[in-house]
């Protein structure tokens, strides 16, 4: 397939294709192995043989990766008992086998509901099994491109990654619009409203708050190219006191944001906060006149 397609547009295994060296993937636990989740048929549910997630280990431009596509198109992505166990067991092998990297390219709600208990003790083990995998001195990467976006449990999981990498059509937050409208009223958050959720949650946005490191364009080799250039510029501590360096300078982050921001209700806001000169025009730039334009202006992700 081209790289060069929409990486908004893929589904997960022609993602996995596009973004590693021709030939070179090899999947663990696919559809032959027919591992379903053991739920859904109680529900009269419908399953996939691989539920809904992808995972294996390919080259990344010579560089071994694993990796992990989730496939947005089986409910939502939503993380599953089987479908969390098979990330845990990526990641638990990333530490053993220490690769260059952990990709992670979510597309995803969150946990999913027909076997709610079961996605979130698989959300808790996927953060723990992350963070040790960073431990081992694995960078992981989460690529957000998606029709789903990365919500739910599994925002939380983008977080913990070393790095973030979005286009413009990704979303990341905890909750969803809907459910933040459902709960607290379409006055607190208007769902309806697509052009404010992408200013709060899309990818743009993020990137200017220093959430994500980098803003890439909507196709599968731009996508490449740049995990592979965070790579690059990610410097594992050489011990601990640079660990907590590093932990402090994230709170120190967290507390400037929220004395610079606190009070905003939209990313306009925000984007004017930041001296951003006519904000209201970003959602119009395409990726590469957006960083021009915010350049010097985007907070430090790392």
């Given at each position: 397939?081209?790289?060069?397609?929409?990486?908004?547009?893929?589904?997960?295994?022609?993602?996995?294709?596009?973004?590693?060296?021709?030939?070179?993937?090899?999947?663990?636990?696919?559809?032959?192995?027919?591992?379903?989740?053991?739920?859904?048929?109680?529900?009269?549910?419908?399953?996939?043989?691989?539920?809904?997630?992808?995972?294996?280990?390919?080259?990344?431009?010579?560089?071994?990766?694993?990796?992990?596509?989730?496939?947005?198109?089986?409910?939502?992505?939503?993380?599953?008992?089987?479908?969390?166990?098979?990330?845990?067991?990526?990641?638990?092998?990333?530490?053993?086998?220490?690769?260059?990297?952990?990709?992670?390219?979510?597309?995803?709600?969150?946990?999913?509901?027909?076997?709610?208990?079961?996605?979130?003790?698989?959300?808790?083990?996927?953060?723990?099994?992350?963070?040790?995998?960073?431990?081992?001195?694995?960078?992981?990467?989460?690529?957000?491109?998606?029709?789903?976006?990365?919500?739910?449990?599994?925002?939380?999981?983008?977080?913990?990654?070393?790095?973030?990498?979005?286009?413009?059509?990704?979303?990341?937050?905890?909750?969803?619009?809907?459910?933040?409208?459902?709960?607290?009223?379409?006055?607190?958050?208007?769902?309806?409203?697509?052009?404010?959720?992408?200013?709060?949650?899309?990818?743009?946005?993020?990137?200017?708050?220093?959430?994500?490191?980098?803003?890439?364009?909507?196709?599968?080799?731009?996508?490449?190219?740049?995990?592979?250039?965070?790579?690059?510029?990610?410097?594992?501590?050489?011990?601990?006191?640079?660990?907590?360096?590093?932990?402090?300078?994230?709170?120190?982050?967290?507390?400037?944001?929220?004395?610079?921001?606190?009070?905003?209700?939209?990313?306009?806001?925000?984007?004017?906060?930041?001296?951003?000169?006519?904000?209201?025009?970003?959602?119009l730039l395409d990726t590469a006149a957006f960083l021009e334009a915010t350049r010097g202006r985007r907070m430090p992700w790392y």
């Open positions: 397939m081209s790289t060069a397609r929409s990486f908004y547009e893929a589904d997960a295994r022609e993602r996995i294709a596009g973004l590693l060296d021709p030939g070179s993937f090899v999947e663990f636990l696919g559809p032959r192995r027919r591992i379903t989740s053991p739920h859904l048929a109680q529900l009269d549910q419908p399953g996939e043989f691989d539920d809904g997630i992808v995972v294996g280990e390919g080259m990344l431009q010579g560089r071994r990766v694993l990796i992990a596509a989730q496939q947005g198109q089986f409910m939502g992505g939503g993380v599953g008992e089987v479908h969390g166990a098979k990330l845990v067991g990526l990641l638990e092998r990333a530490q053993r086998v220490g690769p260059a990297a952990v990709l992670l390219l979510l597309d995803t709600g969150g946990v999913r509901l027909h076997e709610a208990n079961a996605g979130l003790i698989a959300i808790s083990e996927i953060m723990r099994s992350t963070l040790d995998t960073r431990a081992a001195g694995v960078p992981v990467l989460a690529l957000i491109g998606s029709g789903n976006g990365a919500f739910g449990g599994m925002g939380i999981v983008a977080r913990c990654c070393s790095a973030v990498l979005m286009s413009e059509e990704g979303r990341l937050s905890l909750s969803g619009p809907e459910v933040i409208e459902t709960v607290r009223g379409v006055e607190e958050f208007d769902a309806r409203d697509r052009a404010l959720v992408w200013r709060v949650t899309g990818g743009k946005h993020r990137v200017l708050l220093g959430e994500a490191a980098q803003l890439v364009a909507d196709r599968i080799d731009a996508f490449a190219q740049a995990a592979l250039e965070v790579l690059d510029r990610l410097r594992p501590a050489d011990d601990d006191a640079q660990l907590l360096q590093a932990l402090e300078g994230e709170h120190a982050r967290l507390a400037r944001r929220i004395e610079a921001f606190g009070d905003c209700r939209d990313g306009l806001q925000v984007w004017e906060a930041l001296g951003v000169a006519q904000p209201q025009a970003l959602p």
